[in-house]
């Protein structure tokens, strides 16, 4: 199974900050990543799919970006909704997995 | 506008057996992966089984695979996800999710509100 890793599990910011999440998936994904944001109570939510392709509807401040086995997820410029909890999930191979998540926090 | 809806989540003690049903609308069904993903209480996500569009294919993660099964009623335009031999570590709330068109099938792109199942005695 593929192991995918997110660092770091939780990060405190501020408003207008620029913050960015990584995921390192345990071998090669190519670009097969997707990242979803989850507010407590709520479904995730899908940002980011195929590393870098930003889903219909989402913010323009949210990227995506792949390095071999490291994918980022950066939020250029943080909004009070972006307070959440962030997940990569690959989409190489079965099983699917997901990282274990990074919890962005009001500094 | 796509919307899922998730029924069936109960109490049930350890041993016993559960049908999860997944109401679709506001596309067409048959042309779309659906898939099943829980989270058990202040836990991550954890992928559970795909009903794929090609051939009707299905997978499940390790952690179900012999004691949980997923089906589709495309006349009915819903999922199930059947699960047996329940233990306390499948206490989770369970979601539904539609996946993306085409080769993006495995990204979920609309999710249900969640069902939760509570495996105790």
């Known amino acids: 199974d593929i192991q995918m890793t997110q660092s770091p599990s939780s990060v405190s910011a501020s408003v207008g900050d620029r913050v960015t999440i990584s995921c390192r998936a345990s071998?090669?994904?190519?670009?097969?990543l997707a990242w979803y944001q989850q507010k407590p109570g709520k479904a995730p939510k899908l940002l980011i799919y195929a590393a870098s392709t930003l889903q219909s509807g989402v913010p323009s401040r949210f990227s995506g970006s792949a390095s071999g086995t490291d994918f980022t997820l950066t939020i250029s410029s943080l909004q009070p909704e972006d307070f959440a909890t962030y997940y990569c999930?690959?989409?190489?191979?079965?099983?699917?997995?997901f990282g274990q998540g990074t919890k962005l926090e009001i500094k | 506008e796509v919307q899922l809806l998730e029924s069936g989540g109960d109490l049930v003690q350890p041993g016993g057996s559960l049908r999860l049903s997944c109401a679709a609308s506001?596309?067409?069904?048959?042309?779309?992966?659906m898939s099943w993903v829980r989270q058990a209480p202040g836990k991550g996500l954890e992928w559970v089984s795909v009903?794929?569009?090609?051939?009707?294919?299905?997978h499940y993660a390790d952690s179900v695979k012999g004691r949980f099964t997923i089906s589709r009623d495309i006349s009915k335009k819903t999922i199930y996800l059947q699960m047996n031999s329940l233990s306390a570590e499948d206490t989770a709330v369970y979601y539904c999710?539609?996946?993306?068109?085409?080769?993006?099938?495995?990204?979920?792109?609309?999710w249900g509100q969640g069902t939760l199942v509570t495996v105790s005695s």
């Open positions: 071998q090669g994904i190519t670009n097969w």
């Open positions: 009903f794929s569009v090609s051939g009707g294919t299905t």
């Open positions: 506001g596309f067409t069904f048959s042309s779309y992966a």
């Open positions: 999710a539609k996946g993306l068109w085409g080769s993006s099938s495995y990204y979920f792109d609309s």
């Open positions: 999930q690959q989409a190489n191979s079965f099983p699917l997995t």
